[in-house]
């Protein structure tokens, strides 16, 4: 996962992403849908950036 000092944003339809400076990784999940931040979507975005990492 994201080292301390990471950078992140997220927008209201649950697009995210962010930028790690210590590991030299940056990361974007982009979707279109409402209501913002449900337990779905933050599901989905913790899975994608656990699968990014696993894989460097």
Same mark, same amino acid.
């Not at 000092?5 to 992403?17: D, E, K, Q, V």
């Not at 940056?26 to 975005?45: D, K, N, R, W």
């Given at each position: =996962?994201? &080292?301390?000092?990471? #950078?992140? $944003? !997220? #927008?209201?339809?649950?697009?995210? @992403? $962010?930028?790690?400076?210590?590991?030299?990784?940056? #990361? &974007?999940?982009?979707?279109? @849908?409402? /209501? @913002?931040?449900? /337990?779905?979507? =933050?599901?989905?975005? !913790? &899975? @994608?950036?656990?699968?990014?990492?696993? #894989?460097?």
């Amino acid at each position: =996962m994201r &080292a301390p000092y990471s #950078g992140s $944003w !997220a #927008g209201l339809c649950n697009s995210h @992403f $962010w930028v790690d400076p210590t590991t030299g990784v940056t #990361g &974007a999940i982009y979707s279109q @849908f409402l /209501p @913002f931040v449900t /337990p779905e979507s =933050m599901a989905l975005y !913790a &899975a @994608f950036e656990k699968a990014l990492y696993a #894989g460097l």
